[in-house]
């Protein structure tokens, strides 16, 4: 069945740190992947995508993601976190060539920043 | 932007009453998507619909049905509200065709927290 794993439910990061949230997927062929991030109250809002090409994608905040086909991961990474940053992140995946499809999420890791 | 509106941010009700959750989205968009969202389980799709008036179960649809009569408004019903229906209820759309991927990205409203009591 395909599903998305995120191993870390909680993660405490300090003001200043590096970050890497990791990503893992179980498909049958690779799929479209997408990280999304929810402050506190709200709805979902796209950080970053990957569809095809450079593995290493950038997104908003200053946010990148890393694509590894061997490991099946898509990773999340922002070099220095700010405050704000403190939110809930989830992976997704869509099938490749299916338009419009649903998402299938992972369960989420929520961001605790430390000053 | 895409705005995907949500009616409501926050609703009480009373267990058996009929709720409604309204959504409208902007962008003439042909997909839309009704998520529910809990502690520790993430999204979870309730109901999609690919059209006017064309709807399709998710993972978890008991308890819910929807309506689109329109293209821009999806709607999801509880038809006699219970306490375990207590979550966070997000709203998505996205285009049906799109170049490479374009057509999975999902817009989301800012959600509905709704309590039955």
């Known amino acids: 069945a395909q599903s998305v794993t995120q191993p870390d439910i909680h993660i405490t990061v300090s003001e200043g740190a590096s970050l890497e949230l990791r990503c893992n997927y179980s498909?049958?062929?690779?799929?479209?992947l997408f990280w999304y991030v929810q402050s506190p109250g709200q709805g979902l809002q796209l950080l970053l995508k990957y569809f095809s090409g450079d593995t290493l994608v950038q997104g908003i905040k200053g946010f990148e993601a890393e694509f590894k086909r061997s490991q099946s991961s898509f990773n999340l990474r922002k070099p220095s976190v700010h405050w704000s940053d403190a939110a809930e992140y989830f992976c997704?995946?869509?099938?490749?060539?299916?338009?419009?499809?649903?998402?299938?999420f992972g369960k989420g890791t929520t961001l605790s920043v430390s000053s | 932007d895409v705005k995907v509106t949500q009616s409501s941010r926050y609703l009480v009700k009373r267990t058996g009453e009929k709720v409604f959750l309204e959504c409208v989205q902007d962008m003439d968009h042909e997909n839309m998507f009704w998520y529910r969202q809990d502690p520790g389980l993430g999204l979870r799709l309730i109901y999609f619909?690919?059209?006017?008036?064309?709807?399709e179960k998710g993972d978890i649809p008991e308890g819910y049905s929807v309506s689109r009569e329109k293209k821009e408004r999806f709607s999801l019903i509880l038809e006699s509200a219970s306490t375990n229906q207590t979550s966070m209820y997000l709203c998505a759309s996205s285009p049906r065709f799109g170049t490479g991927g374009s057509g999975n990205i999902q817009y989301f409203g800012a959600g509905t927290r709704l309590s039955v009591l």
């Open positions: 997704a995946v869509a099938p490749r060539g299916q338009a419009g499809t649903a998402l299938i």
């Open positions: 619909s690919y059209d006017v008036k064309m709807k």
């Open positions: 498909y049958g062929a690779t799929p479209y």
